[in-house]
T-cell receptor, first 114, second 118 residues
Framework: AQSVAQPEDQVNVAEGNPLTVKCTYSVSGNPYLFWYVQYPNRGLQFLLKYITGDNLVKGSYGFEAEFNKSQTSFHLKKPSALVSDSALYFCAVRVRTGANNLFFGTGTRLTVIP | EPEVTQTPSHQVTQMGQEVILRCVPI?????FYWYRQILGQKVEFLVSFYNNEISEKSEIFDDQFSVERPDGSNFTLKIRSTKLEDSAMYFC????????????????FGPGTRLTVL
């Protein structure tokens, strides 16, 4: 069965510093991996995805994520955090064949401190 | 930029009542989904819909739930007899589903309907 783990409920980082939001997954087969961001009272916004190819994928708002198959991880990163990046971040996985629905992690609240 | 819309933004109902949550997916999308997020918990898949029928559903999506695409634009989720534990934020999502199948493409989410069952 698919599962996604986001080990940190909360991540605090100073503005201008690099940020990392961690995600590990467990699936039977090769995964499709996604990051979404949720701002207060808003829906989920797509940030980036890994399907195949280059393990480093770049997405919206300067975010990037690195797929690591041996560690079954897909950590979200940004070189320089902005206060406006403060939000709830969700990692999600979808198995390549069969089900096309998303399995979400529990979310990580990112707070960027001015 | 096209977006998924949902109405109402907030629905309050009494336990045992029927509710219908409405969604307008992005117009050229082919796959539609409902998810829910109980307060403070993760987003959970309910059901996916393609070609006018359910393609997948989770254990949460029991006989109390149904979905419908009554016309070319709306996609609805009906809860026949609401329970207290149905209180949650319900998200509609859609994806274009081309180029290798729906799994290849990201899903676009609406802003959600907050359902409160009293």
């Amino acid at each position: 069965a698919q599962s996604v783990a986001q080990p940190e409920d909360q991540v605090n980082v100073a503005e201008g510093n690099p940020l990392t939001v961690k995600c590990t997954y467990s699936v039977s087969g090769n995964p499709y991996l996604f990051w979404y961001v949720q701002y207060p009272n808003r829906g989920l916004q797509f940030l980036l995805k890994y399907i195949t190819g280059d393990n480093l994928v770049k997405g919206s708002y300067g975010f990037e994520a690195e797929f690591n198959k041996s560690q079954t991880s897909f950590h979200l990163k940004k070189p320089s955090a902005l206060v406006s990046d403060s939000a709830l971040y969700f990692c999600a996985v979808r198995v390549r064949t069969g089900a096309n629905n998303l399995f979400f992690g529990t979310g990580t609240r990112l707070t960027v401190i001015p | 930029e096209p977006e998924v819309t949902q109405t109402p933004s907030h629905q309050v109902t009494q336990m045992g009542q029927e509710v219908i949550l409405r969604c307008v997916p992005i117009s050229n999308h082919l796959y539609f989904y409902w998810y829910r997020q109980i307060l403070g918990q993760k987003v959970e898949f309910l059901v996916s819909f393609y070609n006018n029928e359910i393609s997948e559903k989770s254990e949460i999506f029991d006989d109390q739930f149904s979905v419908e695409r009554p016309d070319g634009s709306n996609f609805t989720l009906k809860i026949r007899s609401t329970k207290l534990e149905d209180s949650a934020m319900y998200f509609c999502a859609s994806t274009i589903g081309l180029a290798g199948g729906p799994g290849y493409n990201e899903q676009f989410f609406g802003p959600g309907t907050r359902l409160t069952v009293l």
